[in-house]
């Protein structure tokens, strides 16, 4: 079997694509959004933001990248 075949069934479904592009979508709504905040951040820095969503724990962390190093020196 090639590395191009799928077994049957191992593929994704249009449900599982289309959710993941969804939450691919907000992801970068809210990298968008956290922006500013990260600009201000070095590369040492990180930042955790805790949620309650629809009785459901959220917790996002980022750690900006080293551009932001350069930036701010």
Known sequence: MSAQEKL??????AEQLQ????????VVELH???SP????????????MKFKV???DVTVSVKPGPPNDEENT
């Open 8 to 13: 049957p069934g191992s593929g994704r479904t």
């Open 19 to 26: 959710r993941r592009a969804h939450i691919t979508a907000a």
């Open 32 to 34: 968008r959004a956290v």
């Open 37 to 48: 905040l990260l600009e201000v951040l070095d590369s040492k820095a990180s930042i955790t």
């Open 54 to 56: 629809a009785g459901d």
